[in-house]
């Protein structure tokens, strides 16, 4: 029946593609490339109409998605009339225009090249996802991101718990997460991308495998770098709420300033969120034990104990396209989030009264001028600075049924509430707290040689100060071990574009050093006396890297593109010494991590049949992982005392090597700016390669698929557009996706009672924008069937949800 | 009266479960499906986890007749896929098995379901089915829990827990603290699958043993009396070093005071009433001082005599049995089986033990001053030990599975014990305790980093 239904959607869906409003903006050049100053750009039909800069540059906002004529007009140069289609957010339009000198008007070349094309197309594996449309909807960045290709979001639960994310079967601390280039811990877990709305984010760029210069670091998986809006060329204000299942409520405002004359320019942004997370759960974890601790399974539950609050904010000023810088911005983020945590590792037990707080203030610079001195040289630099700390708290001690009653157990003979043993949910009572000083800067100068050809240096220093306190059981600071990480990473690049443009190759080098210094104190006694001496060591490791793109346009619309890279990365802050927020042990022989990564891929389309318009995406990767960094359960034998040893807690381990081969593929249909159909895939086997026994044999879970892992999805999305339903000038658009991931097993050896089952699910949408275009509404029903979910350790994730929300925008308000 | 009461109270619980158990058809309990009378044995192996070390990955279950089990030529392919039953637990099971091989028993280790016990009815070859509900054991015992077959039907879970730091104050004028703890029990009905009673041993040395620094820090080997009213719960002892102020850092970098391997205090056994699990008491030898934790083996039985039998010995570390008497409770400092001197050798650590019947037992053990693993017969009444050679006995990689060794396996005059060296095939050893003869049974094929560690 459901199968039957979910037929049925896929063929009644026709179509949905863009909606509402985008920007169009470019650069008009003679051939040139000398900027065309003080030209005269409009759009017709339309009365939109504005000047080109003294950089040649023009822009245009908020209008409706569809067919124009660009014209562009001025006395230096003939008039150009370009056919423009505007079918997305932002459009990027350079015009090259012949100089007016004779009166034919000879040849007019138009350029287009969209931002995410641009990348996409650059050698590098990357995959953009543009949000526009997402922040209209009931969708979380989160699930945005699940449902891109290669990219697997792993979610211990609902909004707000645990995540990590997989690319194309690399995961943890091999993937980067970025917000404008610098790590994202950097801003503290009250600001990720559990609660960043879509709204503040301009795009979010997926690298899989080899990273441009600008996101290096240690990380050899890929990396997720979020763009956050940034365009400051108008006046606007947008205002959006939605409210739905499991108490969820959400909310974000937004609001861009700028002074056309003296290029002052702020923003400010922010959002609120809450939820219960009381979605049921139904699957095998969910559990009942009764007072002789026989278990019932599977049981029928709400969740309790998750609520999730945040809020945050993020303010900008500054200036741009002055004439001493092109972006310069001073920003301060300010973010709380009040986090309970449901259970462990996983649910076979759940908790309550166990939460964490987090709290961040963050300051931050971003400069970034081109042509700085001389033409050609552009310096870019983001720093920033965060005071982060994070509360955790654990002070129940009894057991407590998935049915939110105190578990019971017989004592003595008599029938009483089982106490755990540790005074805590998880173990022992806690109450915590860890403040840490973060500095992370990121500078990149870059120099065009020559046309097509172009260096660029980056440097990235990060240090992380960490203060930890035990409030329940305070103890002398003078008997702790303090340790200070220092991190420089210096990477240069050379591009080039070559035989005629259709060949562009990066060359990409890297050095990272680490320099650890830990301050361990030490006893000594002296005439009967026992007094404290510390002893500071620092410990220095270094590395070296380096890496290659290539994209070769082999015919029209076609493109090769391949990458390799050969590096190492470091272990983190908390893979070295662990994070009792999210049970994690500290594990200080860690290791680096080497990695070797291939990906050969093409890239074909945009191709337009009359109407219809197709592009297809496929890749191919190989990554080699030694010594792969992974999260482990800790493991109890090592450890003498057992009381230490609880699945509850994970701690980071060197596995071995690791191999992953697979490949990716994406389809994306577009019928006359209505339907638009994705389906992609990600199938990969993540196989243990790792070492001998003590005889010289193979391990014997050699070619083993790694468990726990996730290894093969495919995600459909449709969206169709319908125009003037109940009013003239209305948008109507419908949304329809499903997400599939194959089964997979949480043990080595893939015993049938480890095994995770297929999971499929299918989502519903609808916006409508209303004819003024300043209101959208719309929406959403996740896990149209109530499909049972699963990830990590087969935590079950929410059943069917359904989500309002209201988007308001107010354009030029001044 | 109060003893009345609490009899009415077990009685009532027992009562409850049996009716909540019948109430349920899956739930089989002793009357439990047919059998067609094949004895079946057991056999478990272990295999390595990602870290490569050696069984610690998770645990594989083969039954065999005893025909085969006898038979040279018969090779038992665990690791090949679709052979082995995969038991559940991440990392290598706590198995126990009823008397007649029909049920398998285990607490998962770790892992997704650590602390759930299962119990598996043993149909042949890889078949085994889940018989019972299953019983969440975490809370009261861990999740990497520590329990035995205390006696036949019955299992009893231990876990020491809540040790106090052993210091307090800010150095240097910090102050010893004894560290105290607790010993958790859970009694398990393995016929109805409850937890039928719990209680709690708050740990108490006495002013002196305390203040000399001495401690508890594991609890192990729980076994019942023949009499099935006392308790026996092996205990770790280790000792602070009180005259040392300098403290000493411990894993994670935490601090406690340092301790010394100078011990004057003999082997200690914690005694509780059974089943109320009250009046705890310790017990101590004065013939001989090594603990008698096991690893991941039973080491203490109920003797044929009605004698409790104990190897004093954790990790290979002892090399004597010791007695607890019958009809006091107590230590019998009156006996003492020296495996060393039985074997006229200087240099034994038992591994592993099994009292088979009529005073006759087999312990496996290594030696400090040679390589491998060791088999021998011991005689508990006459003080002699006749060592049983092996093919396998000179190879270190022998003594590495004998480090994760489970379980002996005995039925009717025989002993099964499986042999193999680590990541090398092995056999099933098959002796006679009457005539002391030893035979080479089926041929056990291992894999990588692997070992078979029970017969059961």
């Known amino acids: 029946m459901i199968r039957l239904l979910s037929v049925a959607l896929l063929l009644l869906t026709t179509s949905v593609a863009f909606a509402q409003t985008g920007g169009l903006s470019g650069m008009v050049t003679t051939p040139t490339g000398q900027p065309v100053v003080g030209a005269s750009v409009s759009l017709k039909p339309g009365e939109q109409a504005t000047m080109t800069d003294e950089n040649g540059r023009y822009a245009f906002a908020g209008i409706p998605f569809g067919e124009y004529e660009l014209v562009i007009t001025s006395l230096e140069i003939q008039t150009v009339e370009a056919r423009v289609i505007l079918n997305r957010a932002r459009l990027h339009e350079n015009v090259v225009a012949e100089p007016n000198e004779g009166s034919r008007l000879e040849e007019v070349s138009v350029v287009r090249n969209t931002e995410k094309k641009d990348m996409e197309t650059s050698g590098f594996a990357v995959a953009v996802i543009e949000t526009k449309e997402a922040s209209l909807r009931n969708l979380t960045t989160n699930e945005l991101l699940d449902r891109t290709v290669g990219v697997r979001v792993r979610q211990n639960g609902g909004i707000g718990s645990q995540v990590e994310y997989n690319l194309n079967g690399l995961s943890g601390s091999a993937v980067g997460l970025f917000l404008d280039g610098i790590e994202i811990s950097t801003y503290g877990s009250s600001f990720n991308l559990n609660n960043i709305p879509p709204a503040m984010i301009e795009r979010i760029e997926v690298y899989k495998g080899v990273l441009p210069s600008h996101l290096t670091g240690d990380y050899v998986g890929g990396a997720i770098n979020v763009v956050l809006k940034k365009d400051a060329s108008q006046n606007n204000l947008t205002l959006a709420t939605s409210y739905g299942s499991f108490n969820t409520f959400q909310t974000d405002i937004g609001a861009t300033f700028r002074d056309r004359k003296s290029g002052f320019s702020a923003r400010a942004s922010g959002f609120y969120t809450y939820t219960d997370n009381s979605f049921t759960t139904w699957g095998r974890s969910t559990t009942y034990v009764n007072h002789l601790q026989q278990i019932t399974r599977p049981y029928r539950a709400k969740r309790f104990n998750d609520t999730y609050k945040s809020i945050g904010g993020r303010f900008q000023a500054g200036f741009t396209d002055v004439s001493w810088a092109d972006q310069f911005f001073i920003g301060y983020n300010i973010s709380k989030t009040y986090n309970e945590i449901p259970?462990?590792?996983?649910?076979?037990?759940?908790?309550?009264g166990r939460f964490s707080e987090f709290q961040a203030h963050v300051l931050s610079l971003n400069y970034h001028k081109n042509d700085l001195l001389v033409d050609g040289l552009a310096l870019t630099v983001n720093a920033v600075h965060s005071n982060r700390s994070t509360y955790l708290q654990d002070t129940v001690g009894f057991a407590y049924n998935w049915d939110g009653t105190v578990r019971e157990v017989i004592e003595f003979g008599e029938r009483v509430p089982l106490r755990t043993s540790g005074g805590g949910q998880q173990g022992e009572k806690t109450i915590s707290q860890i403040d840490r000083k973060i500095t992370n800067v990121r500078s990149n100068l870059g120099y065009t040689l020559a046309r097509g050809h172009r260096i660029s240096l980056n440097h990235k220093f990060e240090t992380t100060d960490r203060d930890d306190n035990d409030l329940l059981n305070p103890i002398n600071k003078d008997l702790v071990t303090v340790s200070k990480l220092a991190k420089n990473i210096l990477s240069a690049n050379y591009e080039a574009q070559t035989l005629n443009d259709r060949l562009r190759t990066n060359l990409l080098v890297k050095y990272t050093a680490n320099r650890t210094s830990t301050s361990r104190p030490e006893f000594v006694t002296q005439n009967g006396q026992v007094g404290i001496l510390r002893r500071d060591t620092t410990t220095f490791a270094d590395n070296f890297g380096y890496g290659a793109t290539v994209s070769?346009?082999?015919?029209?619309?076609?493109?090769?593109?391949?990458?390799?890279?050969?590096?190492?990365?470091?272990?983190?802050e908390r893979q070295l010494y662990g994070d009792p927020e999210i049970n994690i042990l500290p594990n200080l022989r860690l290791m680096p991590e080497k990695n070797v990564n291939y990906n050969l891929g093409l890239r074909w389309g945009a191709v337009d049949f009359g109407k219809h318009r197709l592009s297809i995406y496929g890749s191919a990767f190989w990554r080699n992982g030694f010594d792969k960094i992974t999260q482990q359960v800790v493991d109890a034998d090592e450890i003498e005392e057992e009381s230490d040893a609880d699945i509850q807690t994970t701690r980071y381990i060197n596995l071995g090597k690791?191999?992953?081969?697979?490949?990716?593929?994406?389809?994306?249909?577009i019928y006359s700016n209505r339907l638009n159909a994705t389906v992609n895939f990600s199938k990969f086997n993540n196989l243990f390669k790792g070492g001998n026994d003590a005889a010289g044999e193979d391990h014997d879970l050699y070619n083993e698929q790694v468990p726990n892992e996730p290894f093969f999805t495919i995600n459909t999305n449709i969206q169709y557009r319908l125009n003037h339903v109940f009013q003239r000038q209305s948008v109507m658009n419908l949304y329809y996706n499903t997400g599939y991931v194959g089964e997979f097993y949480i043990v080595w050896g893939q015993p049938e009672w480890s095994k995770t089952p297929t999971q499929f699910t299918h989502d519903l949408g609808a916006s409508y924008r209303f004819p003024n275009g300043k209101l959208v509404a719309s929406v959403d029903v996740k896990n149209l069937f109530n499909a049972e979910m699963y990830d990590n350790f087969m935590v079950q994730k929410p059943g069917r949800g359904v989500y309002f929300k209201l988007n308001y925008t107010i354009s030029k308000f001044l | 009266m109060n003893n009345r009461l609490t009899k009415v109270m077990y009685a009532a619980?027992?009562?409850?479960?049996?009716?909540?158990?019948?109430?349920?058809?899956?739930?089989?309990?002793?009357t439990s499906p047919v059998d067609d009378g094949t004895r079946w044995i057991t056999l478990t192996a272990a295999f390595p986890d990602d870290n490569g070390t050696a069984g610690n990955g998770g645990t594989l279950a083969y039954a065999i007749t005893p025909e085969n089990a006898a038979d040279p030529n018969y090779e038992v392919k665990i690791f090949d896929a679709g052979n082995g039953f995969s038991?559940?637990?991440?990392?290598?099971?706590?198995?126990?098995?009823?008397?007649?091989?029909?049920?398998?028993?285990?607490?998962?280790?770790?892992?997704?379901?650590?602390?759930?016990?299962?119990?598996y009815k043993v149909s042949g070859e890889g078949k085994y089915v889940e018989d019972g509900l299953e019983l969440n054991t975490a809370i009261i015992l861990g999740t990497s829990p520590r329990w035995t077959k205390a006696a036949e039907n019955i299992g009893v879970g231990v876990s020491f827990i809540n040790a106090r730091d052993s210091y307090t104050g800010e150095v240097p004028n910090h102050q010893y603290q004894h560290p105290k703890g607790e010993i958790r029990m859970a009694n398990i009905d393995l016929n109805n699958n409850a937890i039928t009673n719990t209680g709690v041993i708050e740990v108490d040395l006495g002013a002196e043993l305390e203040g000399q620094g001495y401690h508890v820090w594991r609890a192990d080997v729980p076994v019942l009396n023949k009499a099935q009213d006392k308790l026996f719960i092996g205990v770790g002892i280790r000792r602070h070093d009180l005259d040392n102020r300098e403290l000493e850092a411990g894993r994670g970098g935490a601090l406690s005071w340092a301790t010394t391997d100078e011990r004057d205090l003999g082997t200690v056994t914690y005694v509780v009433d059974y089943p109320s699990l009250r009046n705890p008491k310790t017990i101590t030898s004065t013939v001989a001082q090594t603990d008698n934790l096991s690893y991941r083996t039973m080491t203490q039985y109920v003797g044929t005599d009605g004698h409790v039998y104990q190897a004093a010995t954790a990790m290979g570390s002892g090399h004597q049995i010791l007695r607890i008497d019958k009809s006091t409770n107590e230590y019998d400092n009156s006996y003492n089986f020296d495996l060393n001197a039985a074997l006229n050798i200087n240099d034994a650590g038992i591994r592993a033990f099994r009292y088979v019947q009529d005073g006759i037992g087999l312990v496996l053990y290594t030696r400090e001053t040679a390589e491998g693993g060791y088999l021998a017969l011991v005689d508990l009444n006459n003080h002699t030990a006749t060592p049983l050679t092996t093919d396998y006995e000179g190879d270190e990689a022998l003594a590495t599975?004998?480090?994760?060794?489970?379980?002996?396996?005995?039925?009717?005059?025989?002993i099964y014990v499986p042999l193999t060296p680590t990541g090398k095939n092995g056999n099933l050893y098959v002796v006679n305790w009457k005539t002391k003869e030893i035979t080479k049974g089926a041929k056990l094929i291992n894999g990588s980093g692997s070992h078979y560690i029970g017969a059961y």
């Open chain 1, 343 to 352: 259970h462990g590792t996983t649910m076979a037990v759940p908790y309550v």
């Open chain 2, 13 to 30: 619980v027992l009562a409850a479960v049996t009716l909540s158990s019948c109430s349920k058809n899956d739930t089989p309990g002793p």
């Open chain 2, 87 to 119: 038991l559940k637990s991440e990392r290598t099971a706590r198995v126990q098995a009823s008397a007649d091989g029909q049920y398998l028993y285990n607490i998962q280790y770790t892992g997704a379901e650590g602390g759930v016990f299962n119990k």
């Open chain 1, 552 to 572: 070769y346009n082999v015919i029209s619309k076609l493109f090769v593109i391949a990458s390799g890279e050969n590096a190492q990365i470091m272990p983190n």
């Open chain 1, 658 to 669: 690791t191999q992953a081969r697979g490949v990716e593929g994406e389809i994306n249909y």
């Open chain 2, 401 to 414: 599975a004998f480090g994760q060794f489970q379980n002996i396996g005995a039925d009717g005059d025989y």
